[in-house]
C-alpha cells in the first residue's frame, strides 16, 4: 500500500510538472545567420526559449541541406544515405544551443525550419516509411542535433495529404511540428485539424503556430488565426532592419505590440524574425529577449 501511494504522488508530481512545461509561454527566435558565425551566447542567455533554424531543404533523393544564408559561408548536405554527414563541428554548435545549466542557457527547445519542395514526390514515391531514405535521414539528424521540432515555412505549394504524411512521418520518429503562416487559412486550418484530430495538449502532434505579422503578414490579426485554428498562436514580427524597413521593429516597439495583442486575445507566447539582422544591425539580443522575458515570463 505504502508503495503504491508513493508511486501515485510520483505519477501525479510527474503529471505536473509535464503540464507545466506544456503550458510554459514561448520565447522565440528564427536562426537566419549560419549558426557557426552566430553569437551563440547571446542566443543562449537573452531570454530565448525556442531556436528555430531557417534554411533547411529537402533534395530530391531525400537528402537533407543547410542553407547557411550568410556571406562566405558555404551551404552543406547534413543528412544522406540515412547518416549524419555535416560534420562534428556543426553538430556540435547545434547541440550546444541546449546544453548547460539555468544559467549557461534558457533554450529548452530547438526546431529547423523549411519549406515543402520535394514533399509530395517523396510522400508519394517512396512514401513515408520507416525504411525510406528521407525519413532515416530525418532520424539521423534528430540524433545529431538533438532536434525537438521540424517547423513549416511553406509558402507556395500548400498540398494538404503530402503535408500531413510527412509530419506523421516526422511524428512517428518523436519529432513535433509546427507551423509560420502568413496567409491562406484554409490549409493551415486543414493541416491542423487532421494532424491534431483525437489529440489534446501536451500531446498535440502539430502543436505550435509561429503567425508571420510582417511583410506579407503585416495585417495578421493573431485573435483571428487563433479562432480560426483553434488553438493560440506566437506572432512574429520582424526586428529593425535594412532589408525592408518598413517592416522593422525596435524592441520598445515589440513590447508594445506583443502587449497589446496579450491583452485583446491571450497568446502561447511571441517570437523574431531573425538573429542575422539583430547581429548585422548592432542591436541588443538583451533588449529583444527582455521583452519577450517581460510579456511571457
Not at 113 to 135: C, F, V, W
Not at 219 to 233: D, F, H, I, Y
Request: include cysteine; charge should be positive.
Amino acid at each position: 500500500m505504502q508503495y503504491n501511494a508513493l508511486l501515485t504522488l510520483l505519477l501525479l508530481k510527474l503529471a505536473l510538472i509535464h503540464a507545466a512545461l506544456a503550458a510554459e509561454n514561448i520565447r522565440a527566435i528564427f536562426l537566419f545567420k549560419d549558426v557557426m558565425k552566430s553569437n551563440t551566447t547571446a542566443l543562449k542567455t537573452s531570454g530565448f526559449s525556442t531556436l528555430i533554424m531557417f534554411g533547411i531543404g529537402i533534395l530530391d533523393n531525400g537528402d537533407i541541406k543547410y542553407y547557411s544564408n550568410t556571406p562566405g559561408s558555404q551551404d552543406v548536405v547534413v543528412a544522406s544515405g540515412g547518416a549524419y554527414v555535416g560534420g562534428a563541428a556543426l553538430a556540435e554548435k547545434v547541440r550546444s544551443f541546449k546544453t548547460g545549466n539555468v544559467n549557461d542557457t534558457g533554450v529548452n527547445r530547438l526546431e529547423i525550419s523549411m519549406n515543402s519542395q520535394h514533399i509530395k514526390n517523396l510522400m508519394s514515391r517512396p512514401g513515408p516509411g520507416a525504411d525510406t531514405p528521407l525519413y532515416r535521414n530525418f532520424a539521423a539528424l534528430k540524433e545529431a542535433w538533438t532536434l525537438d521540432a521540424v517547423n513549416n515555412d511553406d509558402e507556395s505549394l500548400y498540398d494538404v495529404a503530402s503535408t500531413v504524411a510527412f509530419a506523421k512521418m516526422l511524428n512517428k520518429m518523436g519529432y513535433k511540428y509546427t507551423i509560420a503562416p502568413y496567409t491562406n487559412v484554409q490549409f493551415w486550418r486543414s493541416l491542423t485539424t487532421q494532424l491534431n484530430s483525437g489529440l489534446k495538449e501536451p500531446n498535440l502532434a502539430m502543436d505550435r503556430v509561429y503567425l508571420q505579422c510582417y511583410d506579407g503578414g503585416a495585417n495578421n490579426n493573431p485573435a483571428g488565426w487563433t479562432s480560426n485554428l483553434g488553438m493560440k498562436v506566437v506572432p512574429l514580427i520582424w526586428v529593425t532592419n535594412d532589408s525592408k524597413p518598413v517592416y522593422g521593429t525596435t524592441a520598445a516597439q515589440a513590447r508594445s505590440k506583443f502587449s497589446g495583442w496579450n491583452q485583446r486575445n491571450a497568446l502561447a507566447g511571441g517570437g523574431y524574425w531573425n538573429d542575422y539582422d539583430i547581429e548585422k544591425m548592432k542591436l541588443s539580443y538583451k533588449d529583444y529577449g527582455g521583452v519577450l522575458a517581460a510579456v511571457f515570463p
